[in-house]
C-alpha cells in the first residue's frame, strides 16, 4: 500500500529498523504502561512499523492488531516478532478501512504517526480512532517537532490542535508531556498525549 504519509519508509526500511529496535519497548513508552488495561485487553498499533511496541504489547498478554502502510516495514517486523501472535494489517491513517467499524479496542496507539497527516487527514482520522475505542479505552499517540528528513512526509503539528480535535471527537486528554528525542537527533522533540474515551452517560473514566 503506498501513502502519502508514508513516503521514505520503504528504501530506508533496513536502516529503520535497526534504530527502531534499538529503543526498548519499556523505555520507549514506559509513560503510556500505568494507562494501559489490564491484559489479556484488545489494542491497536497504528503505524506499528517494525512491531517492537507490538510485540512488547503481546509479550504483556494484550491482544495486538498491528497496521503498518509500508511492505517492507511490515516484512521486518513479521520476521523480527515471528514468535509474537501479532496481527498484521496493511492499512493507514485516516480511514482505517479495513479495521472493524466501532467499539473494537481498549487502546490504540500512534506513535510517530500524527506528523504524516495533513489538516484535513487529522480531523478525519480522530473520530475514527474515537469510534474505533470502547467506553473508557485510551489513545496515545506523539506529535514530532524538527526538521522533515530528506524524502519524508511530515506536516507541522501541535498539542492544542491535537486536544481540541479529539474532545470534539468525545476523547479526554489524561496526559500530556513534552519529550526529548529517544533517538538523539538534533533539534527533534516530542509531544506524548494520551487520551480517554469518554465513558457512558458523558461520565469521563480516570485511570
Not at 503539528?157 to 513534552?178: F, P, Q
Not at 538534533?186 to 469521563?204: E, G, Y
Amino acid at each position: 500500500m503506498s501513502v502519502s504519509g508514508s513516503a521514505g519508509y520503504a528504501v530506508e526500511a533496513d536502516t529503520l529498523a535497526r534504530l527502531y529496535e534499538s529503543v526498548p519497548f519499556a523505555r520507549a513508552q514506559a509513560h503510556l504502561l500505568p494507562f494501559l488495561p489490564s491484559p489479556p485487553a484488545d489494542v491497536l498499533d497504528v503505524g506499528a512499523g517494525t512491531g517492537r511496541d507490538a510485540a512488547g504489547l503481546t509479550a504483556m498478554g494484550h491482544h495486538v492488531t498491528a497496521v503498518e502502510p509500508t511492505a517492507e516495514m511490515r516484512e521486518h517486523g513479521q520476521a523480527l516478532h515471528a514468535s509474537q501472535a501479532i496481527s498484521w494489517v496493511e492499512d493507514s491513517l485516516p480511514e482505517l478501512a479495513r479495521l472493524p467499524g466501532e467499539a473494537a479496542f481498549d487502546a490504540v496507539l500512534a506513535t510517530a504517526v500524527w506528523m504524516h497527516l495533513d489538516g484535513a487527514e487529522r480531523s478525519r482520522g480522530m473520530p475514527r480512532v474515537a469510534a474505533l475505542l470502547r467506553s473508557g479505552g485510551i489513545f496515545a499517540l506523539t506529535l514530532r517537532h524538527g526538521p522533515v528528513p530528506a524524502g519524508r512526509h511530515m506536516f507541522e503539528v501541535n498539542a492544542e490542535e491535537t486536544i481540541a480535535l479529539a474532545e470534539a471527537s468525545g476523547l479526554v486528554c489524561a496526559y500530556r508531556e513534552e519529550a526529548k528525542d529517544g533517538l538523539r537527533r538534533a533539534n527533534v522533540t516530542w509531544d506524548r498525549l494520551i487520551f480517554r474515551k469518554r465513558a457512558a452517560q458523558n461520565v469521563t473514566s480516570q485511570r
